[in-house]
């Protein structure tokens, strides 16, 4: 059973940073575009980083474009995501899936909380 596991987010003063971290014991990151998604109280989940098999293409929404950067370590079974200048609108629950198709439902983790408030 392939399940997504991610940690790393925390509680950081606007303009701080996180890294975060996505893992699975699948071999879900040799076959995958991988992503990185959010959700706020009472709104959907929404992709904000993605980032292509061999991590030469990385997309980003506009929201947080120049500030988050994702990358992948495909030995490792793992993809990140480093959150600079953070903003209160970033806080949210991240959590990773695959990319470029949709996300498989049973692989949705718990997901890392990340809140920034002063």
């Known amino acids: 059973q392939v399940q997504f596991v991610e940690s790393g987010g925390g509680l950081v003063q606007p303009g701080g940073s996180l890294r975060l971290s996505c893992t699975t014991s699948?071999?879900?990151?040799?076959?995958?575009?991988m992503g990185w998604y959010r959700q706020s109280p009472g709104k959907q989940r929404d992709l904000v980083a993605s980032?292509?098999?061999?991590?030469?293409?990385?997309n980003y929404a506009d929201s947080v474009k120049g500030r988050f950067t994702i990358s992948r370590d495909n030995g490792k079974n793992t993809a990140y995501l480093q959150l600079n200048n953070l903003k209160p609108e970033d806080t949210a629950i991240y959590f990773c899936?695959?990319?470029?198709?949709?996300?498989?439902?049973?692989?949705w983790g718990q997901g890392t909380q990340v809140t920034v408030s002063s």
């Open positions: 699948g071999r879900i990151f040799e076959f995958y575009t």
């Open positions: 980032i292509t098999l061999g991590g030469s293409t990385t």
């Open positions: 899936n695959i990319a470029g198709r949709l996300p498989v439902e049973g692989w």
